[in-house]
């Protein structure tokens, strides 16, 4: 591959304005097909309110353009992933030997799985759940009134952080197969991974609820176990043997 021809400065500007020219453009195309169904997409976001009876409303002439606007554009980022990720692969790919392209390119549409799979996760079963909690806490003198550009900002931060904290397992996986971790240091650091977790919620979630923390948290520490189980799988030969003898 000539990629693994040293790569001067300007080439590697030159490649990143390609990588960048071709991402925006999937983006571009792929929020304006977004656009075209926006309203189905918003009255989608909106259900988990919608089926409890309550009204969505916004406070400002340009707040319910603006969120769909920043719907589209979400989704077109949703749509695009693979093509936004395939550009970032080809740059990275370009200061790696052949041996860690070959260890690494695995692991592309795992991480773009794991991603959409842990928003579409967020949305379908953690936000009805939080949403229905948190406004069980309205009463005769206190009742909703609940602003559409605060409840996606709501939704959407949800959405991302599970997309993120998803991608757990392909970093531990990483981390296993490259050596700098073995399925043995990862169950033995348990403990310390349940308080990495819980913190990482406590900046995640939106709200700051610790109900919304723990629905991030048990998931999150259940990937984390479904690592260390993988990673016995991954983990090089050398570490394998060793942990069988060690038994």
Do not use: C, N
């Given at each position: 591959?000539?990629a693994?021809?040293?790569?001067?400065?300007?080439?590697?500007?030159?490649?990143l304005?390609?990588?960048?020219?071709?991402?925006?453009?999937?983006?571009?195309?792929?929020?304006?097909?977004?656009?075209i169904?926006?309203?189905?997409?918003?009255a989608?976001?909106?259900?988990?309110?919608?089926?409890?009876?309550?009204?969505?409303?916004?406070l400002?002439?340009?707040?319910?353009?603006?969120?769909?606007?920043k719907m589209?554009?979400?989704?077109?980022?949703?749509?695009?992933?693979?093509?936004?990720?395939y550009?970032v692969?080809?740059?990275?790919a370009?200061?790696?030997?052949?041996?860690?392209?070959?260890?690494?390119?695995?692991?592309?549409?795992?991480?773009?799985l794991?991603?959409?799979?842990?928003?579409a996760?967020?949305?379908?079963g953690?936000v009805?759940?939080?949403?229905?909690?948190?406004?069980?806490?309205?009463?005769p003198?206190?009742?909703?009134?609940?602003?559409?550009?605060?409840?996606?900002?709501?939704?959407?931060?949800?959405?991302?952080?599970?997309?993120?904290?998803?991608?757990?397992?392909?970093?531990?996986?990483?981390?296993t197969?490259?050596?700098v971790?073995t399925?043995?240091?990862l169950?033995?650091?348990?403990r310390?991974?349940?308080?990495?977790?819980v913190?990482?919620?406590?900046?995640l979630?939106?709200?700051?609820d610790?109900?919304?923390?723990?629905?991030?948290?048990?998931?999150?520490?259940?990937?984390y176990?479904?690592?260390?189980?993988?990673?016995?799988?991954?983990s090089p030969?050398?570490v394998?043997?060793?942990q069988?003898?060690?038994?």
């Amino acid at each position: 591959m000539a990629a693994d021809r040293p790569m001067t400065i300007i080439e590697h500007l030159e490649e990143l304005r390609r990588r960048l020219l071709v991402g925006l453009v999937a983006l571009g195309v792929a929020t304006v097909v977004s656009w075209i169904y926006v309203e189905a997409l918003l009255a989608f976001l909106m259900a988990p309110v919608t089926r409890l009876g309550e009204r969505v409303i916004f406070l400002a002439p340009t707040e319910a353009f603006f969120v769909r606007l920043k719907m589209a554009v979400l989704a077109g980022v949703f749509l695009s992933l693979p093509v936004l990720l395939y550009q970032v692969w080809r740059f990275v790919a370009t200061g790696l030997t052949a041996t860690e392209r070959r260890g690494a390119r695995w692991l592309l549409l795992p991480a773009y799985l794991l991603f959409v799979g842990g928003a579409a996760f967020a949305l379908v079963g953690i936000v009805p759940i939080g949403v229905r909690f948190l406004l069980s806490y309205r009463t005769p003198d206190l009742q909703p009134m609940l602003s559409i550009g605060a409840y996606t900002s709501f939704v959407m931060a949800f959405m991302l952080a599970f997309g993120l904290v998803f991608e757990l397992p392909i970093v531990l996986l990483f981390l296993t197969k490259i050596g700098v971790v073995t399925p043995a240091s990862l169950a033995a650091g348990r403990r310390y991974a349940i308080v990495a977790i819980v913190g990482l919620a406590a900046v995640l979630t939106p709200g700051g609820d610790v109900f919304s923390q723990l629905l991030m948290a048990v998931p999150t520490y259940l990937l984390y176990e479904a690592s260390i189980w993988i990673a016995r799988f991954v983990s090089p030969p050398a570490v394998a043997i060793e942990q069988v003898e060690g038994r």
